[in-house]
């Protein structure tokens, strides 16, 4: 679009990852297998949570929010990229780009402040046990989902209402492969201050602010367990919370140093795999990271296991028994049909 001199640009074009035939292969390969296990797995974990009574508790009921949240996250990410691959590059309106950043920025909000829930629970579980029920009650647990939700999708729509005020005039090529806040910030011709300076301040407390309640949980659970005389005790105590511990420290090592910098500091190269890793990898890793470290999690993936496996031999029987009543009842009406002709012949001979 022209106005004067200048020109204001609609659309941009996402380059990706790279240029060269033969590694966009093996990356188109790798990232659709990547996505795919990852909303396989976290569906299934879903399914195993909601079909086995055992974990509807409140240790188990943020794992479900945080599989739907990694199935959108790595949803509004993967296919783009995929789709971006084939087509040696992708050309988005700036309405799309907008609408990706907001739910990329709100679904990775939401997976910080679900594991900060998920740390507060630990620290209720393990510090306050006779309380836990009453504390972490069902009511309890799910106002902190709604907030987590509610925080996230505002502090999204609050970037997304300011980058659609800059204009851009310049070059419309962005070396990244999915809308990202920071390499549009680069490519416009407008202030950006307000932008910088909201990214940095609020962006940075609603990304710290979990983290610091992460921190400030397993300082007290470690107080805890330091009391505990036994060193059997205090491994396994230490053993629970190691998959989240594990989980927490792969989210804001790369999150944090990416998104908490200045806009100076950012580079395409460096921070975009970063960002591989932080948008596509990790999610997957924490697929696998909970549900192989948590018992309870492996025998309910066990149990939905068998339940599938006899499912799939109940209808194995029933379609055996289907086809067997089937060439009974043909049998039985070419029988019917020969039988009647044989009285029409026998009928009319006897005449």
């Given amino acids: 679009m022209t106005r004067g001199n200048e020109i204001h640009i609609t659309e941009f074009l996402l380059l990706g990852l790279t240029s060269d035939p033969r ?18 797995g976290n569906s ?21 929010p945080l599989s739907s949240v990694d199935i959108c996250f790595i949803s509004i990410i993967v296919p783009s990229l995929l789709a971006n691959i084939l087509r040696k590059g992708k050309r988005v309106p700036f309405a799309e780009f907008l609408t990706q950043m907001y739910f990329f920025v709100a679904f990775g909000i939401t997976d910080s402040f679900l594991l900060a829930a998920m740390a507060i629970d630990h620290y209720v579980a393990i510090c306050n046990p006779l309380h836990y029920t009453t504390t972490m009650n069902p009511r309890r647990c799910l106002m902190l989902v709604i907030t987590s939700w509610l925080v996230s999708h505002l502090h999204s729509l609050t970037h997304t209402i300011l980058m659609a005020r800059l204009s851009f005039c310049g070059p419309n090529i962005i ?69 989240h511990i594990t989980v927490v420290t792969l989210y804001y090592g790369t999150s944090i140093s990416v998104y908490i910098c200045p806009l100076s500091t950012y580079s395409v190269t460096k921070d975009g ?75 009319y001979f006897s005449q």
Avoid at 34 to 39: A, K, S, T
Avoid at 288 to 305: E, G, H, T, V
């Fill in 273 to 347: 795999e970063v960002t591989v890793i932080y948008t596509v990898v990790i999610p997957m890793l924490k697929l696998f990271i909970y549900s192989l470290r948590n018992k309870n999690l492996k025998q309910a993936l066990r149990k939905l296991a068998g339940r599938k496996e006899q499912t799939i031999k109940t209808l194995w029987r029933s379609s055996l028994k289907l086809h067997e009543y089937l060439i009974l009842h043909q049998m039985s009406s070419h029988l019917f049909i020969y039988l009647s002709w044989y009285q029409i012949i026998v009928s």
């Fill in 44 to 64: 299934v974990i879903i399914a195993a949570i909601w079909g086995n009574a055992r974990l509807h508790i409140p240790m188990y009921f943020f794992f479900s």
């Fill in 175 to 243: 070396h990244h492969f999915f809308c990202d806040v920071q390499p549009l910030l680069m490519l416009s011709c407008s202030d950006t201050s307000v932008n910088e300076l909201l990214a940095f301040t609020e962006g940075s407390f609603v990304i710290m602010s979990p983290f610091l309640f992460i921190i400030v949980s397993y300082v007290c659970i470690t107080r805890a367990v330091l009391r505990v005389p036994s060193g059997r005790g205090r491994f396994k105590v230490f053993s629970a919370c190691g998959s």
């Fill in 23 to 40: 590694k966009q292969v093996w990356l188109f390969a790798s990232f659709l297998a990547m996505y795919l296990v990852n909303v396989a």
